[in-house]
Structures are given as C-alpha cells and as structure tokens.
C-alpha cells in the first residue's frame, strides 16, 4: 500500500510492504536530514533475483508522520525505485493487531489505548521525492517491485561454495555418455526377436 507521509517537513512516498523483512529509506532522503547516519552499520539485502545488495548505513529512532500518525523506527539504508521509504515487517509487528481492507485500501490498529486509520492512495500514480529531485548514487538500486525479505549475514551467500568444491564431479558439465555401471538397465527380448516396428493403430479396451 503506497501513501504519502512526512519526515522533517519532506514529504516522502512511503510504501507499507508485507514481503519486506525490515524498512528502507532511500540515502538521499536520510542525508537530508537532521539525524546521524549510523555507516557503521551495514547488512547485506537479498532480493528477488537472488543479487546480495549491501545497505549504506542505518538510521535509528526518526521520526515520522503518516496521515496524523506519528512514530519512531529505525531504517537501512538503501536506494528504491518507487518510493522514498519502505515500512516492513519489523515495521508492522509494532502495530499489534492490523484490520485491512484491501479494496477500499485502508489499514486500521491500535497503539497505546488510541485507534489510528491510514489510507493507502486510490486513483494515480504517487511520485517520490527522490524521483522529484535526485536518486543519489546510482550504485546498488533496487527496484521496489524485486525488494524482498530479508537480510543475511555475508558469510551465508558463500556457504554453498564449500559443498559444490567438495562434490564437484557431482556438479560438473557431462561430456559424455554415463560411465558403465556393474548393472546397466535393459530390457530383455526373447531370443531370435528381430527389431520391433508396429503400426499404430486403435486399441481396444479388452
């Protein structure tokens, strides 16, 4: 569900995405703003194709407006297509208990005793600040549409290397027929059998 909000008096197009394991904000939006950019702390994206992606960075505890909501979350670094800023999984387990309603696009819950109603954007496309002026760098962008899930620690996108070194002849390229078994598969004929050519024709049922 798309829907404009605000952070820091930037109007942003921010994205509420189930499939999002954690949030993003695009750099050019967090280097705009009046809050340290932890680059300390850096993570690994995986999306859709399968392409590890590394964030820039994380910014903790920013403020942000949706439609008279306001919270504080923390967001990877990372520059998407489509919008300014993605609101995840880590997002939604804050809200508790979440009534949608998908055809009218809206998204209702409860925070701390008060009832909040979103809703998301019904008629034209929205567009995001970043697309308005600038993307920033061009390196590592992903499009919103190939965003996924999940984050991985490095070292788990090689862990599969040991294994296909260790059973290579397992995994290499055939070059030739499969090399003779102690029982290879045939199927016995009865002795004088010549060559076997029937005209196809109906069966019957008998």
Not at 3 to 23: C, E, N, R, T
Not at 38 to 54: N, Y
């Amino acid at each position: 569900m798309k829907l404009m909000g605000q952070i820091q008096g930037i109007p942003i197009l921010v994205f509420i995405y189930s499939g999002a394991d954690k949030s993003f904000i695009n750099l050019w939006i967090a280097e705009h703003l009046r809050h340290p950019i932890d680059r300390t702390c850096t993570e690994i994206v995986v999306v859709a194709s399968g392409s590890p992606l590394k964030t820039k960075g994380m910014l903790r505890q920013v403020p942000v407006q949706i439609q008279g909501y306001e919270f504080k979350h923390d967001y990877r670094l990372l520059n998407v297509i489509g919008c300014d800023m993605v609101l995840g999984m880590d997002w939604l387990e804050t809200l508790g208990l979440v009534g949608w309603h998908f055809k009218h696009r809206t998204m209702e819950f409860t925070v701390e005793g008060s009832n909040h109603r979103i809703m998301g954007a019904m008629n034209g496309p929205l567009q995001p600040t970043t697309q308005i002026c600038q993307l920033g760098s061009k390196e590592n962008i992903v499009d919103i549409n190939f965003l996924i899930h999940e984050t991985t620690d490095p070292k788990s996108i090689s862990v599969s290397e040991p294994l296909l070194n260790q059973f290579a002849d397992l995994f290499s390229t055939s070059t030739g027929l499969p090399p003779k078994k102690s029982i290879d598969h045939q199927i016995p004929l009865l002795p004088g059998t010549g060559p076997i050519s029937v005209i196809p024709y109906r069966y019957s049922h008998s």
